[in-house]
C-alpha cells in the first residue's frame, strides 16, 4: 500500500512538472511570464477540468518547499542596500499604492457579502507588487538601476513586507474576539517588531564590519570539503531565519526572504553568484514549476461561477487603484508625468506574491477556496496585463545615465 502512494504522488510530479514545462514553454514565446503557464497547466490537470492531479497532503508540503525556495532566491536578488538608496521616495510610492487599492479591495469584498477576515485578506492580495516581474522589466529595459527602478524595487519590497506581516496579525484576528485575543493580537505585534528591529539592526551591524565578514567567510570556505558545503550553509541561515519569523507570526515564506535579503548583502559578489546559480536551477527547474501547477490545481473553476461579478469588480479596483497609488506617490516624489505612469503600470505586477500570499492564506483558513480561486484569476490577468502595458510606457520614456544591466530570463516569476 505504501509504494502504491509513494508511485501515485511521483506520477502526480511528472504529470505536473511535465505540462508546467510544455505550457511554460507555450506561453514565453507570445511574451509572458512562464508562471502564467504553468497556473494553466495546474488548472488543466486538476479537478477543474482533467481532474488527472488532486491536491493532497503530500504536494501541499512540496508547495510549501517550493515556496521557501522562490521566497529565498527573491531575497537573493534584492539588496538591502538598494531599498535604502531609494529612500523616502520608496516608502512614499508604497504606502499610497499600497493603502488605496488596499482600502478600495475591502470595501468592495464587504459590498460583496464577504466575511470581514476574509475581505481583509483579499484586499491584501491586491495591494501587493511581485518584486521579480518588475525586476526582469526594469533589467530588459536597462533602467534597474535608475532612479525610477530603485523606486519601483523599493516600494514593491515595502509592500511584500508588509502584506507578510499584515498577514499574520489577519490570521490573530480570525482566532477570535474574546480579551484574550486581544492580548494576543498586541502580543503579536510585540513579536513581529522585535523580529524586524533585531534583523535590521544585525543586518546593519554586518554591514558594518563587512569586510572582517567577508574575510571570516573567505576562510571558512577554503576548509570546506564537502560538496555543496556553502549552499548548505545558506540553506541553514535561510531556514533558521524562517523558523524565528514563523515564531515572530510573520509567516515563515517571509522568513526566506529575509534570510536572502541577509545573505545578499553579506555575501561577496562572486560567491553569491554562484550560490544563486545552484539554488536558482534548482528553484526554476523543479520547485517554482511544482509550486505554481499545484496553486493551479487548487484553483476551483466551479467555485466561481456565481462569483463573476466580485471577480470584474476586484480585477477594476485592483487595476485602477493601484495605477492610481503608483502615480501619485510617483508625481510627489517629483517624477514626471510620463515617468509616473510607468511606475504606475509597475506598481500593479503581482505575479508569484500574490499566488504565494494566497496560497499561504487558504491553508491558514483565512480564505475558502471560491475567495482562493477568485484571487488566483485576478492575479494571473493581471501578471498577462502588467508587463505589456508597463514595457510600452517606459519604451517611449528616455533616460540619461542609464546603467545597463543584462536580464536574465531565470529572474521571471
Not at 508604497?94 to 484586499?123: D, R
Not at 505586477?349 to 483565512?366: H, K, N
Not at 505589456?388 to 517606459?394: D, E, G, K, V
Request: net charge neutral; aromatic share 8%; hydrophobic share 55%.
Amino acid at each position: 500500500m505504501q509504494t502504491v502512494l509513494v508511485i501515485e504522488f511521483f506520477l502526480a510530479i511528472l504529470v505536473m512538472l511535465a505540462s508546467a514545462w510544455l505550457l511554460g514553454e507555450a506561453v514565453t514565446r507570445v511574451g509572458q511570464p512562464a508562471l502564467v503557464g504553468q497556473l494553466l497547466a495546474g488548472i488543466l490537470i486538476g479537478p477543474s477540468i482533467f481532474n488527472i492531479v488532486q491536491p493532497t497532503a503530500n504536494l501541499t508540503t512540496v508547495e510549501n518547499v517550493a515556496l521557501f525556495f522562490i521566497m529565498l532566491l527573491t531575497g537573493l536578488a534584492v539588496k538591502p542596500s538598494k531599498i535604502f538608496a531609494a529612500g523616502g521616495r520608496g516608502a512614499l510610492v508604497s504606502s499610497i499604492s499600497f493603502v488605496v487599492p488596499f482600502v478600495a479591495g475591502f470595501e468592495v469584498a464587504q459590498y460583496f457579502g464577504v466575511g470581514w477576515v476574509s475581505a481583509l485578506t483579499v484586499a491584501l492580495t491586491i495591494s501587493i507588487t511581485a518584486v521579480p516581474v518588475n525586476s526582469i522589466i526594469l533589467m530588459e529595459l536597462g533602467l534597474f538601476d535608475t532612479d525610477l527602478g530603485l523606486v519601483v524595487i523599493a516600494a514593491g519590497v515595502i509592500d511584500d513586507i508588509i502584506a507578510f506581516v499584515a498577514l499574520g496579525m489577519i490570521q490573530q484576528l480570525g482566532m477570535g474576539n474574546s480579551a484574550s485575543s486581544d492580548i494576543n493580537i498586541i502580543l503579536a505585534v510585540l513579536k513581529i517588531v522585535l523580529f524586524l528591529s533585531a534583523f535590521f539592526a544585525l543586518e546593519r551591524l554586518l554591514r558594518i564590519h563587512l569586510r572582517g565578514v567577508h574575510s571570516w567567510l573567505d576562510t571558512l570556505t577554503l576548509r570546506m570539503k564537502s560538496s555543496g558545503s556553502y549552499i548548505a550553509l545558506i540553506l541553514i541561515i535561510a531556514v533558521g531565519v524562517s523558523l524565528l519569523a514563523e515564531w515572530s507570526g510573520i509567516q515563515l515564506v517571509l522568513g526566506t526572504f529575509f534570510a536572502g535579503l541577509l545573505v545578499s548583502d553579506l555575501t561577496g559578489p562572486e560567491r553569491l553568484g554562484k550560490a544563486s546559480d545552484a539554488i536558482r536551477a534548482t528553484t526554476f527547474g523543479f520547485f517554482g514549476p511544482l509550486a505554481f501547477t499545484f496553486i493551479g490545481t487548487e484553483l476551483a473553476l466551479s467555485s466561481i461561477a456565481g462569483k463573476l461579478q466580485l471577480i470584474g469588480t476586484l480585477l477594476i479596483v485592483a487595476i485602477s487603484t493601484k495605477f492610481f497609488g503608483g502615480f501619485t506617490g510617483a508625481k510627489l516624489s517629483r517624477f514626471s508625468s510620463q515617468d509616473s505612469t510607468a511606475i504606475g503600470f509597475l506598481m500593479n505586477s503581482r505575479g508569484f506574491v500574490e499566488l504565494v500570499i494566497a496560497a499561504t492564506a487558504y491553508q491558514l483558513g483565512l480564505i475558502d477556496q471560491a475567495l482562493f480561486s477568485v484571487v488566483v484569476c485576478i492575479g494571473i490577468i493581471t501578471t498577462i496585463i502588467s508587463p505589456i502595458a508597463s514595457r510600452i510606457a517606459l519604451r517611449k520614456t528616455k533616460f540619461q545615465g542609464v546603467t545597463k544591466t543584462q536580464a536574465s530570463s531565470d529572474l521571471e516569476l
